[in-house]
């Protein structure tokens, strides 16, 4: 069984910065993916940022600039650097782990950003 533990939410005001953690525990198969999707409420969750194995990292365009994924392998954790955030950003955020065969999800931590 694999878990994904998010931290690093809250509140915080418009241009602030958070770091948001996820640590993965348990029997873990090769890792292809980690990322990060988040939901805003009456929204769909979409895709905000992805590392893969490889190094390589993909950023949804709304945040391209202003967050940053990295991933120590070591501790089967992937962070997600938030910058100047907006109140757009506002969500709750979740992270993910994709290996060969399957996928899992975390139970999501909660972003708001508001004056």
């Known amino acids: 069984q694999v878990q994904l533990v998010e931290s690093g939410g809250g509140l915080v005001q418009p241009g602030d910065s958070l770091r948001l953690s996820c640590v993965a525990s348990g029997s873990i198969s090769s890792i292809n993916y980690m990322g990060w999707y988040r939901q805003a409420p009456g929204k769909q969750r979409e895709s905000v940022a992805q590392?893969?194995?490889?190094?390589?990292?993909t950023y949804a365009d709304s945040v391209k600039g202003r967050f940053t994924i990295s991933r120590d392998n070591a501790k089967n954790t992937v962070y997600l650097q938030m910058n100047s955030l907006k109140p757009e950003d506002t969500a709750v955020y979740y992270c993910?782990?994709?290996?060969?065969?399957?996928?899992?999800w975390g139970q999501g931590t909660q972003v708001t950003v508001s004056s």
């Open positions: 993910y782990l994709l290996t060969h065969a399957s996928e899992y």
């Open positions: 590392t893969a194995s490889s190094g390589s990292t």
